[in-house]
């Protein structure tokens, strides 16, 4: 992904084209709230979290006079393209790199890179924060949904947005097997096991499903001890 | 009982700590009762360090076992300091992982260890006069530093026991010390010429953001530079007037350099100065010692130095530009480190920066005092300051043909980070080789390697189809993280990442591991070490649970536990084996309970739900 395709504005949350001495003031206010140094139980996150090294990124190139003419010269061109391609498509609503947001996918990406690492919470967010921008794509809600959990709280929601998003895209394995997932976390077998076997009749090798198959499977151990141990694993994983 | 957390200045000449309270700073005294350290150690004939003022007395006698000047070796390859490390008194080999270190007689030193020496004896200094044992401190480095001498520093305070809560880079720490009543809007340079770096550094201070928008420099350029042509000047003249004098033993150079040095100091304040060398050559194959006299006039001195002066000024202009400024837009500059003390050099940055530049009482301090401050910003005592640093560098990785492409450019406001897709050239690849540099040069070749990560386990597909999506972080230290994941499959695929850090790691085990083998009677103590090692282990993993879930857990008990965490940290120090058990159970119990609340907690959501 080049750094052409983001709008840094957006992630300041500044009006497009705002003058180097309103990014400042902007960028300062975030800082204030965002730097690692404000993090103060930890001091020792010298990182800070992801979504203000991205504010920053923004911040090195509109706080430098030609980098910023030029990033503002790509950014008109683009919205410039983006106005006709709309104008004369408007069908592709689950593929934002024609018709949504940049940001959103932007967003998306990063969390199905913190999914992968397990980084739950901030998955959550960002998939949050692709939705918010773009209430209409299957994925995001899908995997939003997914990240409900592992976040306290309102698995219904989750189940809710798991749905919506087949519905929207019926075709999509994955899909189905986030809200099989789901289901399994809440403990309502009988409808995880359906959403199971449907990815199954359709790709009987899927890895994912039957793994998930496996888990349905009546066992000694109940599904709830089981989900506590992977649980217990997985706070282990985050530790390091 | 708030801990202290100190501020080092851990300069290539001298070394300073300060402690600030309050947003007041003191400098500590040493054990002679002096503010400055010499960055000197000498190893005894059982390799135990001596640092300070009588290291450097033991310098004219002993002065391959003298160590001066680490600083610059610091996080270096070997073939990075062959150039000049032949003037040393002491010998320099390559060690492991072509770094360059120190070899006194058959022990091998690295530099991170001379420097942890340093350190330990700092802190040392600190703890007596604090009375109070120090477990944190704000080390400075030449903004110039690179990622290597910065993850070198960093490892040199883990060896000294010290946890380097920051780097901060030293102008930023003198802008600290000087700029925080600085008023609004101030566009300040603090130009630091210290004695083996300089580096400048234009920061916006503005109410309470201070804010780096750019640094230069050079990280070879310092008064060592001068001294050593001075040297080269006496040499000259000695040999003119005795031809047959031998001027090569180690100390006589260290005769000569302690004199360049003084010579450099009086003409900062005299016009003219005599040199006479007493009974020098003493040992040679002369049996008679010859005595030399010559004189050195202040205008001699400028003529002779006139090339290091000029290189000042590339920098300075460098930042100007990537700032964005003109010399004279600057409210004001600083003159800091030893060397700003040269008139000279004074005169220079007038006609350079237009204006009558500030020339503190004691340059040499403020940087300390500047990191002391910043240890009390980051403790939340200054709550409302907030440092926003650069990297001083731009990083970049080995493109087709040779070519570095900039992906992190320098001055770039840190923490910060970028991403970069990888894929393969050849069918069924399974790993890619990346080239990380820093620098500012077009060619690969010509920049620094910071080092080649290797990425493993790429599944196997045709070329060009792996989208391998490489995440580069900058922390605020300005030392660099990578990450990197597989996009394309969309399947969960670790991609491993094979780095320098990790020999970084093996090597900070390899001391404790040498320690171990070296002495059988310190046997006890260092199992007791390695087993603290372990408690040290556990104690940040709970406290890292502890925060990353404290959100799941009551607040009451979080404030509890991580009261009870702190006093085990302190309870640390001991190395009474039966008191580290005791403090090891506490820290599994509390780990525990962590564990069980947060299952209790989701059991219930659970039940919730599935209601």
């Not at chain 1, 394995?173 to 096991?193: M, P, R, W």
């Not at chain 2, 202290?4 to 300060?18: E, K, Q």
């Not at chain 2, 002096?34 to 310098?59: C, L, W």
């Not at chain 2, 004695?195 to 420099?217: P, Q």
């Amino acid at each position: 992904m080049s750094n052409s395709e983001k709008n840094y504005y957006q992630l300041l949350n500044l009006p497009e084209f705002s003058s180097i001495e309103e990014i400042r003031q902007r960028y300062y206010e975030l800082a204030q709230k965002h730097h690692p140094d404000r993090q103060k139980e930890d001091v020792q996150d010298t990182l800070g979290n992801e979504s203000f090294a991205l504010i920053t990124q923004a911040f090195n190139t509109l706080k430098d006079p030609e980098k910023k003419k030029q990033y503002d010269e790509k950014l008109r061109k683009r919205k410039k393209e983006k106005v006709q391609k709309s104008s004369t498509s408007r069908k592709h609503t689950s593929s934002p790199k024609k018709g949504g947001s940049l940001i959103a996918e932007e967003s998306f990406q990063q969390g199905m890179a913190a999914l992968r690492r397990k980084d739950y919470s901030r998955a959550h967010y960002l998939f949050k924060t692709a939705l918010n921008q773009d209430s209409q794509n299957a994925s995001y809600m899908s995997y939003y949904a997914l990240t409900f959990i592992y976040n306290k709280g309102k698995l219904s929601e989750g189940i809710r947005y798991a749905t919506k998003a087949i519905e929207k895209e019926p075709f999509r394995l994955e899909f189905k097997l986030n809200l099989a997932k789901i289901y399994l976390t809440v403990g309502a077998k009988s409808q995880a096991h359906k959403w199971t076997y449907e990815v199954l009749g359709l790709d009987p090798d899927h890895k994912e499903a039957q793994n998930i198959a496996v888990q349905l499977q009546p066992e000694k151990k109940t599904e709830k001890k089981g989900f506590l141990s992977t649980l217990k694993k997985m706070l282990g994983k985050d530790e390091k | 009982m708030k801990e202290y957390v100190i501020g080092i200045d851990l300069g290539t000449t001298y070394s300073v700590v300060a402690c600030s309270q309050n947003g007041k700073t003191t400098v500590i005294p040493n054990k002679e009762g002096k503010y400055f350290t010499p960055s000197i150690v000498y190893y005894d004939s059982s390799m135990t360090p001596v640092v300070g003022e009588i290291a450097r007395r033991k310098q004219v006698i002993e002065p391959e076992r003298t160590i001066y000047s680490i600083k610059s070796l610091m996080g270096k390859f070997y073939s990075e300091v062959t150039n000049w490390s032949s003037h040393l008194s002491y010998e320099v080999v390559e060690a492991d992982s072509n770094m360059a270190s120190v070899k006194i007689e058959d022990s091998i030193l690295y530099p991170e260890e001379i420097c942890a020496d340093i350190l330990k004896h700092l802190i040392s200094c600190a703890q007596e006069y604090l009375d109070e044992t120090i477990h944190h401190g704000v080390v400075t480095v030449p903004a110039y530093f690179d990622n290597r001498q910065r993850e070198a520093t960093i490892k040199a305070g883990k060896l000294a026991g010290l946890n380097v809560i920051r780097l901060i880079n030293e102008p930023t720490a003198a802008a600290l010390s000087y700029g925080i009543d600085a008023g609004e809007n101030t566009n300040v340079g603090v130009f630091d010429f210290g004695g083996g770096t300089f580096d400048i550094s234009i920061l916006k201070i503005s109410g309470e953001m201070i804010e780096v928008i750019a640094t230069s420099g050079d990280s070879s350029l310092g008064g060592r530079d001068i001294d050593a042509l001075l040297v080269e000047h006496l040499k000259a003249h000695i040999l003119k007037a005795h031809p047959e004098t031998g001027l090569e033993s180690p100390a006589i150079k260290i005769q000569l350099q302690e004199l360049a040095k003084e010579v450099k100091h009086e003409l900062s304040y005299k016009e003219e100065t005599e040199i006479h060398i007493p009974f020098l050559a003493a040992g040679s194959r002369e049996s008679t010692a010859v005595n030399f006299s010559t004189h050195l006039t202040r205008s001699d001195f400028n003529t002779l130095c006139k090339k290091i002066f000029e290189r000042l000024f590339i920098p300075c202009e460098q930042a100007l530009q990537d700032a964005h400024l003109a010399a004279k837009e600057l409210d004001k500059i600083f003159l800091i480190g030893g060397s700003s003390k040269i008139p000279e050099v004074y005169r220079l940055c007038q006609e350079f920066f237009k204006q009558e530049p500030a020339l503190s009482l004691n340059p040499d301090e403020s940087v300390a005092r500047g990191a002391a401050i910043h240890s009390e910003m980051l403790q939340g005592d200054l709550k409302e300051m907030l440092l926003l640093d650069v990297t001083p560098l731009s990083l970049g990785v080995e493109v087709e043909g040779g070519i570095f492409e900039k992906i992190i450019p320098r001055n770039s406001s840190v923490p910060t980070l970028a991403k970069k897709m990888f894929t393969t050239t050849q069918d069924n690849q399974r790993a890619v080789t990346i080239h990380i540099l820093q620098g500012e040069r077009k060619l690969a070749r010509d920049n620094r390697t910071l080092d080649r990560f290797r990425l493993e386990g790429i599944p196997s597909a045709p070329r060009e189809v792996p989208q391998i999506e490489v995440v580069f972080q900058i922390d605020v230290n300005g030392v660099l993280f990578v990450k990197a994941q597989e996009l394309s499959t969309g399947k969960e695929q670790e991609i491993e990442v094979k780095s320098y850090r990790n020999i970084a790691e093996d090597f900070v085990d390899k001391v404790v591991d040498e320690a171990r083998e070296k002495s059988k009677e310190d046997k006890e103590l260092v199992m007791v070490a390695l087993a603290k090692r372990q408690v040290y282990q556990s104690l940040y993993k709970t406290r890292e649970l502890l925060s990353n879930n404290k959100m799941l857990l009551p607040s009451s008990l979080v404030e509890e536990w991580k009261e009870i965490l702190g006093e085990c940290h302190l309870q640390l120090k001991t190395f009474d084996a039966e008191t580290i058990n005791k403090v090891e159970e506490e820290i599994l119990r509390i780990e525990k309970d962590i564990h069980q609340h947060i299952n209790e907690r989701n059991t219930q959501a659970d039940e919730s739900k599935s209601e």
